[in-house]
C-alpha cells in the first residue's frame, strides 16, 4: 500500500472528507453562475479551470491543471458572505492560507504560489465562508512563502 497511487488516494479521500463536496454544482450547470470569469480557458483546453460552488454560497473550489499557466478571475458574488481562501496542493495535502474577509461581491483575481511541492503547476483553489464546514487535517497548514 505504500506506492504513489495509494498516497495520492489517501490525500483525495482526506481533501474530499473535509469539503461538502456533495453540494457542489459545476460553473454554468444546473442553474450556477460561472464561476471564472477570465483565465479559465475552455472545456476541451487541458488547461480548462474546473470549477464548482454550493448553491448556499458557502464553499467553491476549482481545479487549476498543470498545464495552467497565468492567473483566474473568479466571481465572488458566488459567496454568500464574507470569504476565506486557500490553495490546496493535491501533492502533498496541505492548505496555504491566502485571505480571510474577501468580500462576496465583484471579481478577484488569484494567482498560484508558483510549484506544488511536487513541482508541479497543479492547485485547488477553496474559498468558503465561516457557515460552511471545511476541516483541515491537524498539521496539514504553511505559512505563505
Do not use: C
Not at 456533495?22 to 470549477?51: D, N
Not at 492547485?123 to 476541516?135: E, N, P
Amino acid at each position: 500500500l505504500d506506492t504513489q497511487g495509494s498516497r495520492d488516494m489517501a490525500r483525495l479521500n482526506a481533501f474530499m472528507g473535509g469539503i461538502a463536496w456533495y453540494k457542489l454544482i459545476p460553473s454554468g450547470l444546473g442553474g450556477m453562475r460561472t464561476l471564472i470569469t477570465g483565465g479559465g480557458s475552455s472545456v476541451s483546453s487541458s488547461s480548462y479551470v474546473a470549477a464548482a460552488a454550493a448553491a448556499d454560497g458557502t464553499l467553491m473550489v476549482a481545479y487549476l491543471p498543470p498545464a495552467h499557466r497565468g492567473t483566474i478571475t473568479v466571481d465572488m458574488s458566488a459567496m454568500s458572505g464574507s470569504a476565506q481562501a486557500r490553495w490546496f496542493d493535491p501533492t502533498n495535502g496541505t492548505y496555504m492560507e491566502i485571505g480571510a474577509g474577501l468580500a462576496n461581491a465583484g471579481l478577484r483575481v488569484f494567482t498560484t504560489p508558483g510549484n506544488n511541492s511536487a513541482g508541479g503547476k497543479d492547485w485547488l483553489l477553496v474559498l468558503h465562508t465561516a457557515s460552511a464546514s471545511v476541516r483541515s487535517p491537524p498539521g496539514n497548514r504553511r505559512p505563505i512563502p
